[in-house]
Structure formats: structure tokens, C-alpha cells
């Protein structure tokens, strides 16, 4: 069909344009040098300018219009799919003017080293300007693309399509009292000494090499990949033969461990996309929640059960000796198992972190309908940890500042964690319905089974079907908070 073809295209263009944005978001946090953030800011800016004008070209939504009229075959469903990303991406930045978004990418750009040095001092004062002025276009942006109930939720609806934050609220309403229950109830005080696991420092170095290893027992695939350091992880797609990840690195943490089990579940959706969308907005996860799943059961499902250390702790004793060879099995396991709050989002256990994420949701919220100012945020922050986790936070670097979110410009985006939380559950538990052996799959370090079974039903989609509908597909249900709750309920770590 030829008004398919010629869409295929323009979306090609428009994917490689953005792949190149994406290298240059990747360099910046990992490898450009400090004196170049203005150049960099200028580059953002053009670059993003050029691509706002060939998504918003009429060209385009006239071939879009032709596609949704062309009733003289049917279309199959990543035709279909493609012409409904592209008009979604059509209409969002149609009503964004271009000059607008040319400065909101040089702002971006401009406040990710502020944001780094603010952590880094521990200073909120350092980004407070950068960041008022990116809740300002915020704002602006809401008016532009428009909203029934409230501004919030035109910026979430970009990261996961079609949900509101009435719908959100709902689901953190049901989900908050069952997880301040189990928290009370299996959890230990913040001020609490807990398992003494006193380790020495472990060198960057052998970090590296496990975090590596780990990537690649879970399938991911270096030629097509690469690890690298940053100041906070995160996965990105430079190409269909080009997904990265990050990871950081504290000799006194095990954090290297699980970011690079969870940036790797990031990277192996993006690497397990069938190789006909490259090219093609297709070529990635359908929305951020249902990447966030993938994250997280690699990370919390798969690799904080016993039944995955009882194959790899050998492994991780052999490749860290010290302290590794001294450490029981199982204090191990309920040290990266403890219920403990923590003001830190990214080392927070499975049971209390979505209560990190209800804290930045209602401020994100109140900063978007002007009940909040952006000075007031170090004690609101403040306030919230204490009435929601029972913490004191003790600097801006653990409190307002630990995210890099914001200085992204990415308001509404962190619910998708909690979205990732509940999905994974619903995933897993179809998972282990197909392979009864589920154990025995996990105690034997067998996980291309898990693998092969994921990208059969999720990764290899890429793009095709929209979030609401491959959850349907995988799990015959719609997203909800049962089976997460169920797994927490019955965690057999917890108990040890």
C-alpha cells in the first residue's frame, strides 16, 4: 500500500532523528566534558526544533488522514499501530509551537549539570531557578495539549497512554493501606541497626565485572549493548542494534548489583523487538509502565529470590571473594530482602517503594495546579517522608535532589513505577502458570526460558499493541493491584 509505504518513510527519518537525540542525551551524561554544556544546550535545541517541524508537517497528517480513510484492504497490526503512534506523536506536538519546544530543550539541556552539582553540594539553591523555570513551561505545556480534569494529566498521558490521575489516585488509594500494613508488620524502624553486614570496600572494578556478568546471564547482548557510568542509571536505544545501559558504583553498596539487573530488563525488551520495526516508532517498549515491568521483575521478581542466589551467590563469591567467601547464604538473602524505609527511591525495598513514588506524585500534582511553589519543596519533601515513611531526611542530595526526572523536564513520569510494580506481578504470575517448573527454572540459573517466554509475548511487539491491550493479551486481565499484593503477602525471603 503505497500511503503505508511513504509513511514508513517519513517514520523512518523521524526515528533516526531522534536516535541521534538520544546519543546526544547518552554523552552528555556519561561522557561530555563540563565546559561543553552550552554548545550541548544549542545542539538540543536545533536538533529538537528539526524534529518538531517533520512531525508536525501537514504532509504527515495528511497521509495519516488518507491511512485512517483507506478501507480497500485491511491493514495488518503494525500498520495499524504505526499509523496510530504516528498520530498520536502527530497531534501531541502539533500543539506545541516550535519555538516553545526549542526552549524547553535548551532549558533541559542547561539544567542537568545544575541538577549534578546541586547533588553533588547538597544544595537545592544551585537548581531551584533551572527548575521553576521548567515547572513554568510545564504548565504551559498542559494548556497546549490540553486536559478535561486536571493539568496533570496531559503529561502523563504521554508516558502511559489513556491513564488519568483520578485513575491513578484510585489505584494508590488501594494499594497505600496494604503496604503501610505490611511495612508495620514485617518491616524494621529507619533508625534501626539491621543484619550487621559489615563488608569492606569493594573496588570499582569487580563491581563492573559482576554488574557485566549479571547482563549477561540475563541475555543481554553486548554487541548490541554497552555499560557505562553515570551519575543515575538508566537504559537508552541509540538503534535497533544499539541499547545501552548505566550503572554507578559505591564501595559500600550492592546497588551495582540490582541497577544492573534493572537496566538490563530495560535493555532486554528493546534487544528482543522483532527486527521488521526497526526503523519505525514500533522499535520500542509500548509505554513506560509496561517497560518498568520488565525492570522490575528482573530485578526484585527474579533476582532478590533465594532461588536465583542458590545458582549465582557461587558465582558472586568466586568473582568477590572479599567479603563474599565470609558471608552466609542466608543473611545474604535477607539483607537484600530487608523491609527497611529509606529516603533513597532507587535502594528502597519492594514493600515501601511506591510510597516514594505517592510522595513525588502529589507534589508533582500540586507544582502543576500552582498550589505548590518550587521553593517549598525541600519541606514539603521533608514533611511527606516523615508522614509516609517515618524518615528525617538529613540533605537536599538524599531528599529533593536524589532523582534526575525533573531535570529532564519528565513530570509525570514517575507513576510508571508503580504501573512497573503491579504489571510485573501480573506478568510473573502468567509466567510461572506456563512453566510449573518455575523453581526449578530459577534454582538451576536457567533463564532463557524466562527470556524466550517474555520476548514471545512482550518484547518482540515492540510498539504494536498499546499498553492496556498487551496486558490483556499476556495476563487475560486488566492492570490491578492483586498480584502484587498477593506476592508481597507471600514472599517467602521475608520470613527468613
Known sequence: ????????????????????????????????????????????????????????????????????????????????????????????????????????????????????????????????????KIVAMSRQKTDYLGYEEHPYDALLDLYEEGLTSSQL?????????????????????????????????????????FSEKMLAEIGYDFSRGRQDVSPHPFTTSIGHNDRRVTNRYRPDSLEFIFCALHEGGHALYEQGIDEGYAGTPLDEGVSLGIHESQSRLWENIVGRSQLFWKHYFPMLQQCIPDPFQDIDFYDFIKHINKIQPGPIRVEAD??????????????????????????????????????????????????????????????????????GNLAAAQIWHSYCLYDTDYKQTLQHGNLAKIRQWLTENIYCHGAVFPPAQLLQQVCNETLNPKSFIEYLRNKPEFDL
Open 1 to 132: 500500500m503505497k500511503i503505508i509505504a511513504e509513511l514508513r518513510l517519513k517514520a523512518k527519518e523521524l526515528t533516526n532523528l531522534n536516535n541521534i537525540l538520544a546519543l546526544l542525551q547518552w554523552d552528555q551524561e556519561v561522557m561530555m566534558p563540563p565546559a561543553a554544556t552550552n554548545d550541548r544546550a544549542a545542539q538540543f535545541s536545533s536538533l529538537s526544533t528539526i524534529i518538531h517541524k517533520k512531525i508536525t508537517d501537514p504532509a504527515l497528517g495528511n497521509l495519516l488522514r488518507q491511512a485512517e480513510e483507506y478501507t480497500g484492504e485491511d491493514l495488518p497490526p503494525q500498520d495499524r499501530a504505526l499509523v496510530r503512534i504516528l498520530k498520536r506523536e502527530h497531534l501531541h506536538n502539533s500543539k506545541l509551537p516550535e519555538e516553545f519546544v526549542a526552549d524547553f530543550a535548551r532549558l533541559t539541556s542547561e539544567s542537568l549539570p545544575a541538577w549534578v552539582a546541586a547533588r553533588k553540594q547538597g544544595d537545592f539553591k544551585i537548581f531551584l531557578p533551572y527548575l521553576e
Open 169 to 209: 489516585t484510585a489505584i494508590f488509594n488501594n494499594l497505600q493501606p496494604e503496604l503501610t500494613e505490611l511495612v508495620q508488620r514485617r518491616g524494621i524502624a529507619p533508625s534501626a541497626e539491621v543484619d550487621a553486614f559489615p563488608f569492606p570496600p569493594i573496588a570499582e572494578k569487580d563491581q563492573i565485572a
Open 350 to 419: 519492594e514493600v515501601s517503594y511506591n510510597l516514594h513514588i505517592i510522595v513525588r506524585f502529589e507534589l508533582e500534582k500540586e507544582l502543576l495546579a500552582g498550589s505548590v511553589q518550587v521553593k517549598e519543596l525541600p519541606a514539603l519533601w521533608h514533611e511527606k517522608y516523615l508522614r509516609y515513611l517515618g524518615l528525617e531526611i538529613d540533605s537536599d542530595a538524599n531528599g529533593v535532589l536524589q532523582d534526575i526526572h525533573w531535570a529532564h523536564s519528565s513530570l509525570g513520569y514517575f507513576p510508571t513505577y508503580t504501573i
